[in-house]
């Protein structure tokens, strides 16, 4: 599923003048959604996987294995600021093919009272500015279907 992203916006911060990564932008995104599907999450613990497990290696198809620090400062430089298209585009690209029908939505509206917490409640404008916010982002994200 990951070969048909559009990484474009991830290859746009490589340098020609400044240091690169050992490997590639693609295969270290490809590990951090393994690893992150698998529930590892520390860099350390990521470059452990990498080194010891088969699935980690096989998606290294023989390039190097990335030490902590090249995955700490992927996730922070690279990642973050465009996590919210590749992972769109990866939810996009299940929908095609059935596996993500967008039939339900689900929203986690949990709130658990705190003892040190001076406010134990929730205003209701703060609620109702948050649930613009959110039915702007999903409006954006149905309009792209």
């Keep these: 599923m990951l070969e048909n992203l559009d990484y474009s916006c991830l290859l746009k911060a490589n340098s020609y003048y400044g240091r690169n990564y050992s490997l590639s932008s693609i295969t270290l995104f490809k590990i951090m ?4 599907s698998q529930g590892i999450y520390s860099s350390r613990n990521i470059e452990k996987a990498c ?5 980690f290696k096989w998606l290294l198809k023989g390039e190097p294995v990335p030490d902590h620090n090249t995955i700490w400062r992927f996730i922070k430089q690279r990642l973050v600021p465009n996590i919210e298209n590749l992972f769109g ?3 996009l690209k299940l929908h095609e093919i059935g596996q993500v029908p ?4 689900f929203v986690d509206g949990t709130k658990i009272e705190a003892d ?5 409640f929730v205003w209701r404008k703060a609620t109702e500015k948050n ?14 279907l």
């Design 33 to 36: 959604v393994y690893a992150f």
């Design 51 to 55: 080194r010891r497990d088969i699935n």
């Design 89 to 91: 585009q990866f939810v």
């Design 102 to 105: 967008f039939e339900n939505l």
């Design 131 to 144: 649930e613009e916010k959110l039915s702007g982002k999903i409006i954006r994200l149905v309009e792209r």
């Design 116 to 120: 040190a917490n001076r406010y134990t």
